[in-house]
């Protein structure tokens, strides 16, 4: 039996997210039926990091056991049956115990947003036309790194055992006309970045100091925390595991 690690990147605008969901459209049900189709047998995928409806990845990872073996130069195969929002990058063969979820170390996000119209940031970063205190940003972004309980930045129905990441690095970042959020954490919960980001900004915008900010997080409350920044500006960066992994 091999097992193999499916290295994809996608445009998530028109999926329900990235793993297996009833009734809707995601990554994994479009990986899956294109795996199905060229090796003509049921496949079933696991996921390492779940994202939500909009949120697009740079970097995503599934793995799968089989008994043939996969070439790379299939990846071209499958490519041509997968719809263009989605692509297999690599695949490789891992150890038999190498789980792409459990081992992976730390993962990486960026929130892109930006203040003035742009036809070529439209569905991939959030339209925030107002101004904003970009050092306010960066002492928020501090102060993020202070804690490690996030229960107010989860958004409810989750089924974690607790709320306890350690933020590894946080900050706020400029490319081009966007101003971006780039957080990296050893796991992450439901709607973390999302509310992180949208609290944040209202630091910036002078809507709550710094004080309150710290207010939030510490309720263990995510009533208090603001949710409302779009999916489509999300992205999973990078997904790291250890050296190791790729050790067969």
């Given at each position: 039996m091999h097992r193999y690690f499916i290295e994809v990147t996608y445009m998530g605008t028109a999926y329900a997210g990235y793993q297996m969901q009833e009734n809707a459209?995601?990554?994994q049900a479009e990986v899956e039926k294109a795996?199905?189709?060229?090796?003509?047998?049921?496949?079933?995928l696991t996921g390492s990091s779940r994202t939500d409806a909009g949120v697009h990845a740079l970097q995503n990872f599934f793995h799968l056991?089989?008994?043939?073996?996969?070439?790379?130069?299939?990846?071209?195969?499958?490519?041509?049956?997968?719809?263009?929002?989605?692509a297999i990058r690599s695949i490789v063969e891992v150890a038999a115990g190498a789980h792409c979820r459990f081992d992976a170390q730390s993962r990486?996000?960026?929130?892109f947003t930006y203040s003035k119209k742009d036809p070529f940031l439209s569905g991939r970063a959030y339209y925030f036309p107002y101004t904003i205190d970009k050092a306010l940003l960066q002492n928020a972004a501090a102060v993020v790194k202070e804690y490690r309980d996030f229960s107010s930045f989860s958004k409810r129905n989750t089924q974690v055992k607790n709320f306890n990441c350690e933020i590894i690095e946080s900050e706020w970042q400029t490319e081009g006309d966007a101003l971006i959020y780039y957080v990296k954490a050893n796991r992450f919960l439901r709607g973390m970045v999302r509310g992180l980001t949208g609290t944040m900004l209202q630091v910036g915008r002078g809507k709550i100091n710094l004080q309150q900010f710290r207010d939030i997080i510490e309720a263990r409350d995510c009533t208090k925390a603001d949710f409302s920044v779009p999916g489509?500006?999300?992205?999973?960066?990078?997904?790291?595991?250890?050296?190791?992994?790729?050790?067969?």
């Open positions: 459209n995601t990554v795996l199905q189709i060229y090796f003509k047998r049921s496949i079933s056991d089989c008994e043939f073996t996969i070439p790379q130069e299939k990846i071209y195969n499958l490519n041509a049956l997968l719809p263009p929002d989605i990486e996000y960026k929130y489509h500006g999300l992205f999973l960066i990078k997904v790291n595991f250890p050296e190791e992994i790729w050790e067969t």
